[in-house]
């Protein structure tokens, strides 16, 4: 997925004094790679004002140095350096040679499309690739991945190969096509991309900004949205989330993913005009999206899938979701909403039945049904130590640590 998006959260984070102010004046502008390599700007049709090309798709600007950020990104990247640590896993199996390290923001739809790539290739007996997850919570994030860029680029997800001859892949849509061939069948590659451009394009987006909009929406929701984006990441990033959240963090992630009642409003539209649009394609009984005797699972459907993941909800993401009850309403409502519909419904199939390919373990459990057993599998985050410290035997030493952080912090 070929888009650019000039935009900086780390510039955006504001603090109690002015000297640490930073403004972007920059505008927003989402760029397409076409056919002829040249770059043009792209315009859609909206059902009011706010153009969609205004919501931020995903952000592969140079991030400036860590040396000229504000005191409190030098502070918290400095803790992350000392007390954190990326970790590697150890190989799954003796055939499993070629390690890929995969950083994301855990709960991120961008890079569940990637981690299930993986997880297809890592279930394959016949593939030597195994990988290991490093996620962090949101600009955190960007401590790790602008570390492995040669151009400063902070998005994720981002595939770092042990190979330092192979590049660092910084694009949810470049790493399945690189890692994950036989997601795109010759046949239907033209169809396959098309879906697949238009799901990056419309669905990714605003389903991303519908998520930040309804949590940052009410103070008492900050709780929920520091543990959804603080799971599987080290100690001290969810620390300092928690502490940074409500002292600029939460509107640096507004202005750069453009959040704003009116283009909440758009991107709830949108959304259910791409689910009215593909249940349509699937009311002819298809099974995939792609129609055709010798086609199946595609790279469309896994898109579609992912992307829809953080509204859908479907039980196989259940380590990485929150609770029904610490869920804004209107995303609950929604949710229920698309999950009706054909779309919503295929979505929840190809979670079942393509989450995790060839050899994954299932978890059985017990479905409402009384002496009906069901088998679902729940995704599992792949990780090495995160921790620099032991928890059980540097508890002491963190809290100083964290401590030490606060009272800087609080200080900003």
Same mark, same amino acid.
């Given at each position: 997925?070929?888009?650019?998006?000039?935009?900086?959260?780390?510039?955006?984070?504001?603090?109690?004094?002015?000297?640490?102010?930073?403004?972007?004046?920059?505008?927003?502008?989402?760029?397409?790679?076409?056919?002829?390599?040249?770059?043009?700007?792209?315009?859609?049709?909206?059902?009011?004002?706010?153009?969609?090309?205004?919501?931020?798709?995903?952000?592969?600007?140079?991030?400036?140095?860590?040396?000229?950020?504000?005191?409190?990104?030098?502070?918290?990247?400095?803790?992350?350096?000392?007390?954190?640590?990326?970790?590697?896993?150890?190989?799954?199996?003796?055939?499993?040679?070629?390690?890929?390290?995969?950083?994301?923001?855990?709960?991120?739809?961008?890079?569940?499309?990637?981690?299930?790539?993986?997880?297809?290739?890592?279930?394959?007996?016949?593939?030597?690739?195994?990988?290991?997850?490093?996620?962090?919570?949101?600009?955190?994030?960007?401590?790790?991945?602008?570390?492995?860029?040669?151009?400063?680029?902070?998005?994720?997800?981002?595939?770092?190969?042990?190979?330092?001859?192979?590049?660092?892949?910084?694009?949810?849509?470049?790493?399945?096509?690189?890692?994950?061939?036989?997601?795109?069948?010759?046949?239907?590659?033209?169809?396959?991309?098309?879906?697949?451009?238009?799901?990056?394009?419309?669905?990714?987006?605003?389903?991303?900004?519908?998520?930040?909009?309804?949590?940052?929406?009410?103070?008492?929701?900050?709780?929920?949205?520091?543990?959804?984006?603080?799971?599987?990441?080290?100690?001290?990033?969810?620390?300092?989330?928690?502490?940074?959240?409500?002292?600029?963090?939460?509107?640096?992630?507004?202005?750069?993913?453009?959040?704003?009642?009116?283009?909440?409003?758009?991107?709830?539209?949108?959304?259910?005009?791409?689910?009215?649009?593909?249940?349509?394609?699937?009311?002819?009984?298809?099974?995939?999206?792609?129609?055709?005797?010798?086609?199946?699972?595609?790279?469309?459907?896994? !898109? *579609? +899938?992912?992307?829809?993941?953080?509204? =859908?909800?479907? $039980?196989?993401?259940?380590? #990485?979701?929150?609770?029904?009850? @610490?869920?804004?309403?209107?995303?609950?409502?929604?949710?229920?909403?698309?999950?009706? !519909? *054909? +779309?919503?419904?295929?979505?929840?199939? =190809?979670?079942? $039945?393509?989450?995790?390919? #060839?050899?994954?373990?299932?978890? @059985?459990?017990?479905?409402?049904?009384?002496?009906?057993?069901?088998?679902?599998?729940?995704?599992?985050?792949?990780?090495?130590?995160?921790?620099?410290?032991?928890?059980?035997?540097?508890?002491?030493?963190?809290?100083?640590?964290?401590?030490?952080?606060?009272?800087?912090?609080?200080?900003?």
């Amino acid at each position: 997925m070929k888009f650019y998006t000039q935009f900086n959260i780390l510039s955006t984070l504001k603090f109690n004094k002015p000297e640490q102010r930073i403004s972007v004046s920059s505008p927003i502008y989402i760029l397409r790679l076409n056919t002829r390599k040249s770059f043009q700007r792209i315009e859609m049709s909206a059902s009011n004002q706010i153009k969609s090309n205004d919501i931020p798709v995903e952000n592969l600007r140079q991030t400036k140095s860590f040396d000229k950020a504000p005191t409190p990104i030098r502070v918290a990247k400095a803790l992350c350096d000392t007390l954190q640590t990326a970790g590697k896993r150890a190989p799954p199996s003796p055939t499993k040679t070629t390690h890929v390290r995969l950083i994301t923001i855990g709960p991120s739809h961008y890079c569940e499309k990637a981690r299930w790539g993986l997880d297809l290739l890592e279930n394959d007996p016949a593939s030597t690739l195994y990988y290991t997850e490093d996620a962090h919570p949101p600009m955190f994030h960007s401590f790790a991945s602008v570390a492995t860029s040669t151009t400063g680029q902070s998005m994720v997800p981002a595939l770092v190969p042990d190979d330092i001859s192979k590049p660092v892949l910084h694009d949810s849509t470049v790493i399945l096509k690189k890692y994950c061939p036989f997601l795109y069948p010759a046949s239907y590659l033209d169809e396959v991309d098309q879906m697949e451009q238009d799901l990056d394009r419309r669905l990714g987006p605003t389903v991303r900004l519908m998520i930040y909009y309804n949590f940052f929406s009410d103070k008492k929701y900050d709780p929920s949205m520091v543990e959804l984006m603080s799971r599987n990441t080290s100690v001290i990033e969810s620390f300092l989330m928690d502490k940074m959240l409500n002292r600029g963090l939460k509107e640096g992630l507004k202005k750069a993913m453009g959040i704003s009642d009116a283009k909440a409003q758009l991107s709830e539209q949108i959304i259910r005009d791409v689910f009215e649009e593909y249940s349509k394609k699937l009311s002819d009984g298809r099974p995939y999206l792609c129609k055709g005797e010798n086609v199946g699972f595609t790279a469309a459907d896994l !898109t *579609l +899938a992912a992307l829809a993941g953080p509204l =859908i909800m479907p $039980k196989e993401l259940t380590p #990485i979701h929150l609770k029904v009850e @610490q869920i804004p309403p209107r995303l609950y409502a929604l949710k229920q909403e698309l999950r009706e !519909t *054909l +779309a919503g419904q295929h979505i929840i199939s =190809i979670y079942h $039945k393509h989450r995790f390919g #060839i050899g994954a373990a299932e978890i @059985q459990t017990k479905s409402s049904c009384k002496n009906s057993p069901t088998s679902f599998r729940m995704i599992s985050i792949k990780q090495g130590r995160r921790n620099r410290i032991p928890v059980a035997g540097g508890v002491v030493l963190a809290a100083a640590v964290a401590g030490g952080a606060a009272a800087i912090l609080s200080k900003m």
